[in-house]
């Protein structure tokens, strides 16, 4: 009975394996790296693991509560899965692979753990970097991985962007650096027991971003955003200011509200929209301007 039942269900294109089995395959594959404090964080990102290595030559190694992370020349300490899954985001699936013949100025807003910024820098039409990270403990991390690689970031600041000058308090888990911000406890990575508060710095995003502009006149610009949740206060903000004319290229994580509002503003401006959700409370926006 029971092989008829998974003869049956393989037809179907289901796959029953045992757990304690898998465990041992991708225990016996990961040896090669050497790993042993941090063996647990490589099976459960086993998948990750692989997907960059049909990309790049990869190392890793044991480094206090994570791993330091190689592939090729980059070297980045990841310490979550959360952190995998992004770097499998930006460097296998390149989400911010944007393709332009000009010299290009990067602003990237909610910095995490400098993902994005090292990803950028391996451009060579990206001429420099302007990094924003509220929360302490990542843009420690950040800085981090920023000191472990050349990169072109002359810029990685200890505040967010928001529509004014404020403070504010984030809800933080420390196991998904990535959904902290304005949004607070709609991002259902949340487990209310691991949730500790974190005070931030915000400034205003038009006062920022104009200053960069006027001292990178000859160069486009391209706005990466992905800050959870405050992506609709700042394009508000740099709407209210007439700066979004000076902006060529935007990358943008919406989250919660849908990605209309934002494409709304963007029409205005003249740019060509692109956009895509990934799920029920999140998507990307892509644009250019004509």
């Known amino acids: 009975m029971k092989e008829y039942l998974y003869r049956f269900l393989a037809k179907l294109g289901y796959k029953i394996e045992n757990k304690n089995k898998e465990r041992e395959r991708k225990i016996s594959y990961l040896k090669k790296y050497k790993v042993i404090d941090n063996l647990e ?11 960059l290595e049909n ?4 190392r890793i190694k044991d480094n206090g509560q994570g791993v330091l992370f190689t592939f090729d020349d980059t070297t980045v300490y990841l310490e979550t899965c959360e952190e995998f899954f992004i770097l499998n985001e930006i460097f296998y699936s390149n989400d911010y692979n944007f393709c332009t013949n000009d010299e290009v100025v990067v602003i990237d807003i909610g910095a995490n753990i400098g993902l994005g910024a090292l990803f ?6 990206v001429k420099k970097i302007y990094s924003y990270e509220p929360v302490p403990l990542t843009y420690d991390q950040a800085k981090f991985n920023l000191t472990l690689n050349k990169n072109k970031v002359v810029e990685l600041n200890n505040y967010g962007l928001g529509n004014t000058d404020k403070e504010e308090t984030f809800l933080f888990n420390k196991n998904v650096k990535g959904n902290t911000g304005s949004r607070g406890a ?10 500790e508060k974190v005070n931030v710095i915000i ?13 990178n006149q000859n160069f ?16 508000e903000d740099l709407d209210n200011s007439g700066i979004l004319n000076k902006i060529d290229f935007a990358m943008i994580e919406w989250h919660d509200k849908g990605s209309q509002e934002l494409e709304k503003i963007l029409l205005k401006y003249n740019f060509n929209c692109f956009s895509q959700q990934l799920a029920i409370n999140t998507g990307m926006i892509y644009a250019y301007r004509k």
């Open 55 to 58: 990309k790049y030559s990869i």
């Open 186 to 195: 709609l991002s259902s990575s949340f487990i209310i027991s691991d949730v």
């Open 41 to 51: 964080l490589l099976i459960k990102t086993f998948d990750f693991i692989r997907n």
């Open 120 to 125: 950028f820098s391996s451009k060579d039409n």
């Open 220 to 235: 486009k610009i391209v706005l990466k955003v992905d800050c959870e949740g405050a992506e609709y206060e700042i394009f």
């Open 203 to 215: 400034k205003n995003a038009s006062s920022v971003l104009k200053e960069i502009i006027n001292q």
